[in-house]
């Protein structure tokens, strides 16, 4: 418990500057931060023009934008989290108990972010995951290209089969809370856009087909200011809202999730490449950048 007030702390000195910790890339519309001190996830998203808004949720580890992959066994060397058995699940930022995942390597350029770090099981104390998670993060306009590589060295070789994968898992402040996708027929021909209705409070998220393979939370103002996510082929997504809706910032408990939701079997030597977009602006502008930014080659670059 002290560690996720310790957790809020760290994450409140991110509104307006960037902390120690922090490592931040920036162009003319947009800048992005990784919180080196919790393994790399993704923390800190602001619109140049109000920096004293962080898009992205913080409250505690297990939000923010990061990796985190599933597997068996479950349990997972007797993994109990929510009140059930949790299985192999290990995440960018660390673990339930306030372990931090260790960052190993770090090469921030200024305009591209490198990072390859050593994650932490979720739902253990403090167990390392054998398995390596690296991000190669480029700015591009009111956007972000995110480059994702899991590599994977357990001893366990048994095969457990597949399961569904947030692609990523997308946490935003509460002041947005309108969800909207594409969900009709007729996608990319600028057909009017759905706006997603989902339980509150969640989880379980609700779970919507998104035609164009991305979805964003907004503000309720007309033109809908806010933050999406694109995975490239994904159409089966979930979202939802934690607590209440319409307020709250960065460290409070309010939150929007959205997770563009995959299928993959993660063995135990599994080198896992997959990329994502995201952007921030009016919901218009949002739609128009991800439409512009489809089947970008998902390489991971030579470090
Ligand atoms: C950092 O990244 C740049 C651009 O990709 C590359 O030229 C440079 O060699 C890298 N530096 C290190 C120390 O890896
Ligand atoms: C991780 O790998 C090390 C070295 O091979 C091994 O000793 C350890 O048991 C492994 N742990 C898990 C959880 O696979
Ligand atoms: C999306 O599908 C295209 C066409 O099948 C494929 O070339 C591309 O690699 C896919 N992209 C991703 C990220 O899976």
């Given at each position: 418990m002290n560690m996720i007030l310790l957790w809020t702390v760290v994450c409140a000195m991110f509104v307006g500057h960037a902390s120690a910790g922090t490592e931040s890339i920036k162009n003319s519309v947009l800048t992005l931060g990784v919180d080196t001190s919790h393994g790399g996830a993704i923390s800190y998203l602001v619109d140049n023009n109000d920096p004293t808004i962080n898009l992205i949720n913080c409250h505690d580890q297990g939000r923010e934008v990061q990796q985190s992959y599933y597997a068996g066994p479950d349990p997972y060397r007797g993994a109990q989290w929510s009140g059930g058995p949790w299985p192999w699940n290990p995440i960018s930022s660390g673990d339930a108990f306030g372990h931090s995942s260790t960052v190993l390597s770090l090469n921030n350029t200024g305009t591209s972010l490198y990072l390859k770090a050593r994650p932490l099981q979720w739902a253990l104390n403090n167990v390392p995951c054998n398995c390596t998670f690296e991000t190669y993060i480029t700015l591009d306009a009111n956007g972000a290209f995110v480059r994702n590589r899991l590599i994977n060295f357990r001893e366990d070789e048994t095969d457990y089969g597949a399961r569904d994968q947030e692609l990523p898992a997308v946490y935003t402040i509460g002041q947005l809370s309108e969800l909207w996708t594409y969900a009709g027929?007729?996608?990319?021909?600028?057909d009017s856009l759905t706006q997603v209705s989902y339980p509150v409070p969640g989880p379980p998220w609700q779970g919507f087909t998104a035609a164009e393979n991305w979805a964003a939370f907004t503000d309720g103002i007309p033109q809908h200011y806010g933050v999406g996510v694109y995975h490239d082929n994904i159409s089966s997504f979930l979202g939802g809202f934690h607590r209440t809706q319409g307020k709250g910032g960065s460290t409070d408990d309010n939150t929007g999730y959205i997770a563009p939701v995959g299928v993959r079997d993660i063995t135990h030597n599994d080198e896992f490449v997959w990329c994502y977009h995201l952007a921030i602006g009016y919901l218009a502008t949002i739609r128009g950048y991800f439409s512009s930014r489809r089947g970008m080659p998902c390489t991971f670059p030579v470090v």
């Open positions: 027929d007729a996608p990319w021909t600028g």
